[in-house]
């Protein structure tokens, strides 16, 4: 092997040339002054989220800002660009693409290649174009016959320990290697194939998605830094020297065995065949790309949907997605197999009873039975005697309608959402302090926090997207707090480490934040400059003297939450100063927080107290600072701002007000209730009273993700008409008596809202697999009750929406396709939307600061019950695991299992694999163990992914007093060794194997009649 080659992989060269594919000339791109990114040229920085939203264009090395301009020549063209911009790069933006093979503009540029060499007038040899950086007054050339021929030599070399397969190469076509060959004019190999080369060495393929044929590899090493700057991981290396250098995972493993967590992100970057997705090997190149919206959490990655016809082949990060920034997880990226999974419901069913078999019937059989239905139960029990659960995994348009049909069609206000569930106590802690139900920044801020904190959220898991920008931020300096009962990921990995982690106690949360607070009074950390201008000044008095309370110290609270005093002044001293304790200004500190805030008995208190230390700290209206709820849905944040609540129209206004009133019963032709009707778990009370018989549920899968199993299965058995709107026969429809085939989010045009507000389009790329998308069955629903919805298009729903809710007036389709994506508020006074909010002046006007007292979670330990549960989720699975669960991601997490400590498992004489009974006073359910340093001696954990385990039927109805949302993190409970599933688990076994039974016996009826 060459040399020249083997030098590839030891790093920069000088080196030889190559050229652009002509076609690919850039276009330009509008970096304006609102770019997001950070002036400093930082180290693994992504390409900025300010190009253009159909700009493709590969600039090569990443965007650089500086407050200084240079201009240069090349090929003769005249080009201004920031200082500190590549040549590769100025050369692009003026029209003139250099060969390249190393450098892409999503990372920072490496210079192993040497094909990107140009010539400088004045300078001596052949630079890198990639990573020479501009100079006032440069004359360059790419061109030269030099430059061809010294490229060509280079890819001489790589092409002699390459196979020569490439019209087999499931990237013939799509691979940069090919393109250079021909731009560079190869057309012979001098060196013969003969000598040592890799085409032997053998591949793996243990990843379900990707392969790695280390034959194709020529070592540019982009893999290894996608990894490392755009996620994180570190996952790969270049294992030797010279011509034995080989990317390997961890310490030389199989990829599934190291620590590569499959987020993609080293396949979209191998310029070969090398990394490659398997779906591409099975079915070959797309022929076209939609790009679409991710389906999975609350980070909305934008990704490319590569078709081929109806069929997707792949699905690619967006480059130019302004949530995601070319980047996804293992779960958009990789886990889209579901939809088009055979366990799809493709037919709308109905039955009597729910121990009948099901019986497939047209649309409007269907429709006109659960319609007559729903009037029937009306007619005998009342108006409000049946309801309707929007979804959050369903679009914006969806969930508008389903509201607008329960209000409108139904004549009652029983609309609730799975939000229930998770965030309604962000809607109520940030609407009650600050003045708007959502979080206050963009994903993009966190590159300017210097201080993080984390409070009861998993961002590496539940989050991947935007923990992989945070870990970047931490990397590059910023301090970390983590406010967590278990020692997660961010907490101590080789390449992050929190500054502070404090351990508390499930249950302690609103303790922690006031002891937080303490110290920021007591010890002056208050902004009382932001404070006098910006919030109430009377509010914020009661609660000085309130958190100044000796119960409030940190040595005061140390008992209850189990975190050392210290600690907490410590922290709080980061948080307050911005991680800048002695120095005249200000640091900007960020507070991103979960469903380990949420869902409390004091959930919306402690919400408030975040809101409380932004306020108090002046970290809130500006970059880098902020409250920003990590949203576990894709679509969270939009069911609750289309008006899903039973208490607010679309835009929470309260349905009590008058004038919001008038607004939509005018639109809509009908007298609209004004009280508000019944929240989820009211609706179970009300089934269970007698008093609620029919339920309309889209999309949502109650039975497994609400609490309380026992009650809520009870509760559902005693309906006579329940309707569910899914895609799969999930826990909920085998209660039901009229299953309406949902469609998944590639069958259907919408748009989902994340958690930073940011409304993207989600395009249809295949036809709805049932013959129509949900919100078409909705609209269809409603007619069949006599209330007429005529909508041709869901751009008509949002058009609609648009008019009658203040904070989207602005948004259309035609300005989402323009523009990518909005941030609500977008209207009269913020036509471009609004990245930060609360800028000049809170959205209630000035802040209000509430009072937040720790009351314990009436769910203690106790002798019987001396653990306590708490529940999250884990990468590779998504909620109830109904997507995921039919994908090859089970290959990561194919059970659920309880977490316990060392200490309480020895106790009890508990090893890992262990099966273990955890019983509560709700329930009793059998997992099996995991014994980790990860949690804390006296806390235990699990996810709730597989209905079988039952994590629900533990859980308790506690709730937070303001919203009713469960206390999934607090529950009592003891752990024993069993030997055999819980009572629940075998009851349960037996009602799905006759529940799927009885879907069977509908498909054995079909055969037979030949249908
Ligand atoms: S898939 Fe992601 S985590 Fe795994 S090696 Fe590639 S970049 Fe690293
Ligand atoms: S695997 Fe691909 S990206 Fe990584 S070094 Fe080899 S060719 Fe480059
Ligand atoms: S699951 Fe979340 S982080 Fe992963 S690709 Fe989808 S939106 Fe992005
Ligand atoms: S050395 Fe510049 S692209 Fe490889």
């Known amino acids: 092997m060459s040399d020249a080659h083997n030098s590839n992989a030891a790093g920069c060269g000088s080196g030889a040339p190559k050229e652009v594919p002509l076609g690919d000339a850039p276009k330009e791109v509008p970096l304006g002054d609102n770019c997001a990114c950070k002036p400093q040229a930082q180290q693994a920085r992504q390409a900025c989220a300010a190009r253009s939203p159909f700009d493709d264009t590969d600039y090569g090395t990443p965007l650089r800002h500086a407050d200084v301009d240079v201009t240069l020549e090349i090929d003769g063209q005249s080009v201004t660009v920031p200082a500190g911009t590549s040549v590769m790069r100025a050369a692009v933006e003026a029209g003139v693409n250099v060969p390249k093979l190393c450098a892409t503009d999503s990372l920072e540029p490496f210079g192993s290649c040497r094909l990107c060499l140009v010539e400088i007038e004045g300078t001596r040899g052949y630079p890198a174009s990639c990573t020479t950086p501009v100079e006032a007054g440069m004359k360059v050339h790419t061109q030269t016959d030099r430059l061809q021929s010294l490229r060509r030599n280079v890819m001489e070399l790589y092409i002699s320990d390459h196979p020569l397969d490439c019209l087999t190469c499931p990237a013939n076509g799509d691979c940069e290697l090919q393109d250079m060959a021909g731009v560079t004019g190869l057309r012979e190999v001098r060196y013969g194939f003969d000598g040592a080369n890799h085409l032997k060495d053998p591949k793996d393929e243990s990843n379900p998605y990707f392969a790695y044929d280390p034959s194709k590899c020529i070592v540019c090493n982009r893999c290894v830094r996608a990894c490392e700057e755009t996620q994180g991981t570190f996952a790969l290396t270049i294992a030797g020297r010279g011509f034995e250098s080989r990317v390997v995972a961890s310490e030389n493993q199989p990829f599934m065995e190291s620590e590569c967590v499959s987020c993609g992100a080293c396949v979209a970057a191998c310029p070969t065949a090398t990394l490659q997705e398997k779906s591409i090997v099975m079915l070959g190149q797309a022929e076209h790309s939609v790009v679409t919206t991710c389906a999975y959490c609350g ?205 508390l106690r499930p249950g302690t949360n609103v303790a922690i934040v006031n002891a937080l607070a303490h110290v920021i009074v007591a010890e002056g950390l208050l902004d009382e400059a932001f404070i006098a201008e910006r919030c109430d000044t009377r509010a914020f008095e009661q609660w000085r003297a309130f958190v100044a309370l000796p119960e409030n110290a940190p040595e005061a609270t140390a008992d209850i939450t189990g975190v050392p005093a210290n600690q907490v002044r410590a922290a709080a001293r980061i948080y307050a100063t911005g991680g800048n304790p002695t120095g005249t200004s200000r640091g900007r500190a960020a507070i991103y927080y979960g469903l380990g805030v949420t869902e409390h008995a004091q959930g919306s208190t402690m919400v408030m107290g975040i809101a409380n230390l932004a306020m108090a700290t002046g970290n809130i209206g500006r970059e880098g ?387």
């Open 625 to 1011: 600072v902020g409250v920003n709820p990590l949203r576990g849905q894709n679509n969270v944040q939009g069911s609750c701002d289309m008006g899903s609540f039973p208490h607010e129209l679309p835009g929470y206004r309260h349905i009590s007000d008058a004038t919001t009133r008038a607004l939509f019963e005018d639109a809509w032709h009908v007298t609209l209730q004004p009280e508000p009707g019944l929240r989820i778990p009211n609706m179970f009370d009300a089934a269970l009273d007698g008093s609620f018989k029919g339920l309309y549920c889209q999309g949502e899968d109650i039975v497994q993700s609400d609490p309380n199993t026992h009650h809520v299965s009870a509760a559902l058995s005693s309906m006579e008409c329940i309707v569910v709107q899914d895609i799969f026969l999930n826990e909920t429809a085998k209660y039901a008596h009229v299953l309406l085939p949902g469609s998944s989010f590639l069958e259907k045009d919408g748009t989902f809202t994340n958690a930073e507000r940011r409304i993207s389009r989600v395009r249809k790329v295949m036809p709805p697999i049932p013959g129509y998308a949900d919100w078409e069955v909705t609209m269809m629903l409603a007619r069949a009750l006599g209330y007429e919805m005529n909508y041709a298009h869901p751009s008509e729903i949002m058009d609609e929406i648009a008019r009658l809710t203040p904070t989207f007036h602005g948004v259309s389709y035609a300005k989402l396709d323009q523009r990518g994506s909005i941030q609500w508020p977008c209207n009269e006074n913020a036509p471009d939307g609004t990245p930060t909010m609360h800028v000049d002046t809170f959205v209630r006007g000035k802040g209000k600061f509430v009072i937040t007292k720790f009351v314990a979670s009436a769910e203690k330990v106790t002798r019987k019950f001396p653990l306590i549960l708490t529940t999250g989720r884990i990468l590779s699975q998504y909620n109830v695991g109904a997507q995921t669960r039919r994908t090859e991601n089970s290959r990561w997490h194919d059970e659920d299992q309880l977490e316990i400590h060392p200490h309480d498992a020895d106790e009890r004489g508990i090893r890992t694999d262990d099966w273990v009974g955890i019983e509560s006073r709700a329930g009793q359910t059998v997992l099996r163990a995991k014994v980790t340093e990860r949690m804390q001696p006296g806390v235990v954990y699990t996810t709730f992914h597989f209905p079988e385990s039952g994590a629900n039927v533990i859980t308790t109805e506690s709730s937070d007093w303001a919203t009713n949302c469960p206390e999934y993190k607090v529950t009592a409970v003891q752990v024993t060794p069993v030997e055999q599933p819980s009572q629940w688990q075998q009851d349960y076994s037996r009602f799905n194997t006759e529940q799927l039974d009885l879907l069977r016996q509908r498909e054995l009826t079909n055969a037979t009649s030949g249908k």
């Open 299 to 503: 980070v909305g990655c934008s990704l490319k949907a590569e078709m081929k016809g109806n069929q997707v082949v792949r699905m690619v990060p967006d480059r130019n997605g302004q949530a995601n920034e070319g980047h996804a997880c293992v779960k958009g990226r990789f886990a889209w197999g579901y939809a088009t999974h055979k366990d799809r419901i493709a037919r709308p069913m109905i039955r009597a009873k729910i121990t009948d078999p099901w019986r497939e019937v047209s649309w409007e059989e269907a429709l006109n039975h659960a319609a007559s239905e729903f009037r029937r139960i009306q007619a005998k029990y009342g108006r409000d005697s049946i309801g309707g659960i929007t979804s959050s995994r369903c679009t914006n348009e969806e969930t508008y309608l389903v509201q607008k049909l329960v209000r409108a069609a139904f004549g009652n206000n029983n609309v609730d959402t799975c939000a229930r569930v998770c965030h309604s106590p962000t809607g109520y802690g940030l609407k009650t302090t600050l003045g708007e139900s959502a979080g206050t920044q963009t994903f993009a801020s966190v590159d300017k926090a210097d201080v993080i904190m984390v409070i009861g959220a998993n961002p590496t898991d539940g989050h991947p997207v935007f923990a992989s920008r945070l870990k970047r931020r931490v990397r590059e300096g910023a301090k970390l707090i983590v406010i967590d009962p278990r020692r997660i990921d961010i907490v101590d990995t080789p390449h992050v480490k929190a500054s502070y982690h404090l351990q």
